[in-house]
């Protein structure tokens, strides 16, 4: 299967650099599968027979399938992955819902079409839904998401012009490996306003090339071709110019003095922070790209040489009985006792068949590290107290004394 050039997949890639649909082009590339597009194609396979069929994911355990010659096997995990996915989905189908699985839809910026996974209409509340099932490992953001949009977007057009009354527009991301099950809403007018900005950039594209730019941001050239081959001149430049940063530009209504004049103030740092992936995606495919011209001779001034990673043994067998015969080790010094991690005890142990003590004795066991991430303030989960703050409320109500018996 060939995808289109302005597929909905590659949608946040050609909406926003509208010059790397040609640039691609050109590079003549042929279509290939990757093992990862199969695995998840044999996924989508069963996800839509089970919905189809109102099996649970358990029916398809043990089946299995042929994709690009290779064999795939709906394993432990993958039933598991799809029995998440039929618990988010299913709740969603009302008594009256219309229910489309794989629906067709036509693109509504360019000829061709695409393929909803899963998608509803809930006449009680005027709702469409559309779910899309993702089975990798790259966490896929829901909000603003163009692919999904576009989805809902065809659908929306085709079941207007068939008179249904549709008050708001639901895009769900079904993402089980990643525990990823989240939904964007939009009311008609914000699908509307997105439809247009899709139809310009496609306009752009196919009817005046001369208009097209290159914009590099991280997403959009961690899945294009032309950055993957590490060969965008203007990914390049790019991040050239968000390395030398004009910092005269960078204005704020209130300036943050700093007492060293040399120090970089925070809007400053907001502003490389906000960039940083894009660079960070540039210099990981330039780092490739350069190891392929080494490897060929082909870089100028650089050449390759011997390294070397950690030791390890050249047969364990031969090496466990060294260590037991002539260096007489115990066995707890030759395997130093490790339990096995929670995920690594669910693929031999079904939790869900433990009894109700052991479920509770299992649950107190287990803990999850705590950690935060940055993200722009335009996400919509709640930010973490500000960590100074907690800091001066801790020091207003705790002295050294109060802790200390002295
Ligand atoms: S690598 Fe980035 S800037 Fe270059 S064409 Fe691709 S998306 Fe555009």
Redesign the pocket.
Known sequence: MKHARLSPSSSH?WA??T??VA??AALNLPYQSSGAADDGTFSHTYHEHLLRNGQPAEWALGSTGKINGKEYVVDAERCQRLQASLDYIRPFITERAEVWLERAVNLFYDDGNGYCDVSMYIPETKALHVFDYKDGWTFVPVQGNEQFRIYAACLYEELIEEFYEIESIHCHVCQPRVNNFACETLTPDELTDFMGFIQTQAKIITETPELCT????EK??T??????LG?????AE?AADLIQLEFDDLTTPEPVQTLNPGQMTPIEIAHIYRNIGTVQT?IK?MTARAQELTEAGELPGFKRVQSFGNRKWTDDDEAIKFMKGTLKLKRDQMFPPKPVTPPQLEKIVDFKTLSTRAANRLSELITRPESSIIVPMTDKRDALPIIADEFEAIETTTTIEDDFDF
Not at 214 to 217: D, E, I, K, L, T
Not at 223 to 228: K, N, P
Not at 231 to 235: G, I, L, M, P, T
């Open positions: 890639r926003n650099c010059a790397s640039a691609i290159f914009v590099a941001s959009a050239c899945w294009c071709d032309l950055g993957r060969q965008c001149k203007a990914q790019q540039f495919q």
